[in-house]
């Protein structure tokens, strides 16, 4: 073996064999291992054991070269070990939850979430409770990336309704009430005739959510 022996990246032993230092591999330690997570899919090796360490976390290429992940649509992160969220800026530009929200973690997430009792969720010993996220979105918008604007709802213009109890066929809950259709771009409601802007409890006001039924 003639020098630089093992690439410069290792050493070579007593029977002429290259013994790697930490990051590369292959017969001359001329290659570059990549970073490594908890595998997105794999086979389980038993009941209950799965998503071994891999590079790349499988859900990526890496590059031999530079030691770097090239990683799969829908993924990022130096082990492609976080899950993207989606979402695109004005100029159509990649912005996670179109900048209209958070993107978090299904262990953060799990953190802001109580149940009846207020006990805190806890969502910290699976696998992926640091690799799936999602977008939390803000109070005026809604889907997956946070992309549609909410229109009014019946008293509930921007979250803000007015206490009273429920009722079978309230339309508290109702993007323009039921009485109009809701422009997902700008949330803005268009009222179905005989229908228009109220106070919130049914009658004229200046909440643009169709719930005051028009006089004849």
Known sequence: MKPPYCSGHGDCDGFGRCVCYPGFAAGDCSERLCPVG???ADVATADD????EAE???RGHCDRETGRCACASGFEGSACQRMTCQGAANDGLPL???GNGECLSMYDHARFDYDSKSRRFAYEAPWDAHMVHGCVCGADYAGPACEERLCAFDGCPSGDCPTFASRAGDTEN???S???TCDRVTGIC???LGY???DGLGGRGTIADCGYKLPH
């Open 196 to 198: 228009g802007m109220s």
């Open 178 to 180: 039921n009485r109009g």
């Open 49 to 52: 054991t799965a998503h071994a």
């Open 190 to 192: 268009t009222c179905f």
């Open 38 to 40: 908890a595998a997105w």
């Open 96 to 98: 996670a939850c179109s």
């Open 56 to 58: 790349c976390s499988n």
């Open 174 to 176: 109702a993007p323009c």
